[in-house]
């Protein structure tokens, strides 16, 4: 369905998942990609399909590796095509969607497409590593491979150390570490870029129960994602999570707007929080892009005064690094709903 929210862009579920007496039922959209429908870049790239406001999109994905790693022996620089990183499905061309508008993807459901996930470490990536803009007289760090298999039963990943001698097991907790629309001014972005146009986020909160509210940079936006985790810490520092192909039931809704009050950067709402991201090097413009999208949003809620708001915010939110080792970094700011002020009594 089309909704005009303006200029609040509040991704209530349940604003999402309603539809008026008699209206008709939302389309449902099958598609499995064949490999070589599969894209490598944010922009680019003609639509897979279009979709009209309200579809629900039941899809799959392939992994980060480009579904390359076969066996725990294979190794990513020995079976990856350059620029195969994080594939992509899509694009979806939404009928209507303008730039000024925002799409708020409303995720219903993710899973593992298999019994196993990956996480690798790579020369010259991943947060404790020598790279180009840490340049560092040590030597690289070795390429390894962690073969993880899933437990759906348990909801747990189990491992093995490379020895062998140890085992470990992390809870199975799905997400999306791309999702994005094609970027403004005709640019064309590489998957393992987050940016204002979401992209390579690698967002735990991208999960099952979440809206996530993108800024619509180009006509019909061209809604891409793919990248399954199937588990990750903050920071992601290796530079991989546990990498998996992905089974992705989503909702495209589209909000019409006007620029200046879409929202400049990607939001996301579940059921309790309110959350902003931003990306960026150094770290910190990553961080204050994201506090400065959450003082913004919480002004449009409250009708707080700007100073009053960054107040509130300074007190409340809470920001975890969601990774700090693409060639942007990405914090995450997250405030409770039920701590939002009230007109005072």
């Given at each position: ?8 862009f ?11 007496t008699?209206?008709q039922?939302?389309?449902t ?6 490999h070589?429908e599969?894209t490598?870049?944010?922009g680019g ?21 480009d ?10 620089s ?11 499905t899509?694009?979806f ?7 000024g508008?925002?799409l708020?993807?409303r ?6 497409a298999r ?6 470490t790579f020369?010259?990536?991943g947060?404790?590593?020598p790279?180009?803009?840490t340049?560092m007289i040590?030597?690289?760090m ?9 437990d759906?039963?348990?909801g747990l ?8 001698a140890?085992s470990?097991?992390v809870?199975?907790e799905p997400?999306l ?8 001014n ?5 998957t393992?870029?987050?940016?204002d146009?979401g ?7 991208v999960k099952a129960g979440?809206?996530?509210t993108?800024p619509?940079r ?6 891409s994602?793919?990248?399954g ?9 290796t530079?991989t ?6 089974d992705v039931?989503?909702v495209v ?11 400049a950067?990607?939001?996301i709402e579940?059921a309790?929080w309110?959350?902003t991201?931003?990306?960026a090097?150094?770290l910190e413009?990553?961080?204050?892009i994201?506090?400065k ?6 002004r449009e809620?409250?009708g ?9 915010v ?5 920001a975890?690094?969601v ?6 970094y990405?914090?995450?700011?997250k405030?409770?709903?039920?701590r939002?002020?009230?007109?005072a009594s």
């Amino acid at each position: 369905m089309r909704t005009t929210i303006a200029p609040v862009f509040l991704a209530s579920l349940a604003v999402l998942t309603a539809c008026p007496t008699g209206a008709q039922q939302p389309t449902t959209l099958t598609y499995r990609p064949k490999h070589e429908e599969l894209t490598y870049t944010f922009g680019g790239n003609a639509p897979v399909r279009r979709v009209a406001p309200g579809t629900r999109i039941v899809a799959w994905t392939e992994n980060c590796y480009d579904g390359e790693l076969k066996t725990p022996s294979d190794l990513p620089s020995k079976t990856m095509p350059p620029g195969h990183d994080n594939p992509q499905t899509g694009p979806f061309y939404v009928e209507g969607a303008e730039p000024g508008d925002a799409l708020v993807v409303r995720i219903v459901r993710l899973g593992p497409a298999r019994d196993h996930g990956i996480s690798c470490t790579f020369p010259g990536f991943g947060a404790l590593n020598p790279t180009d803009k840490t340049a560092m007289i040590v030597g690289d760090m070795p390429e390894k491979v962690w073969w993880y298999s899933v437990d759906k039963t348990a909801g747990l990943l189990r491992t093995k150390s490379l020895d062998g001698a140890q085992s470990w097991a992390v809870p199975l907790e799905p997400f999306l570490g791309c999702l994005g629309v094609a970027p403004g001014n005709a640019e064309v972005r590489s998957t393992i870029v987050p940016g204002d146009f979401g992209g390579n986020m690698d967002c735990p909160e991208v999960k099952a129960g979440s809206a996530v509210t993108l800024p619509v940079r180009v006509k019909g936006a061209m809604l891409s994602f793919g990248d399954g985790h199937y588990a990750m810490g903050d920071g992601e520092i290796t530079g991989t999570a546990v990498e998996g192909a992905m089974d992705v039931e989503l909702v495209v809704d589209l909000v019409k707007g006007s620029a200046g009050k879409t929202p400049a950067w990607p939001r996301i709402e579940n059921a309790d929080w309110i959350m902003t991201l931003g990306a960026a090097r150094p770290l910190e413009d990553a961080a204050r892009i994201a506090f400065k999208g959450m003082v913004e949003w919480v002004r449009e809620l409250t009708g707080l005064g700007e100073l009053d708001a960054y107040q509130f915010v300074s007190q409340a939110a809470r920001a975890p690094i969601v990774q700090m080792v693409d060639p942007e970094y990405t914090v995450l700011v997250k405030v409770e709903k039920k701590r939002l002020p009230r007109k005072a009594s």
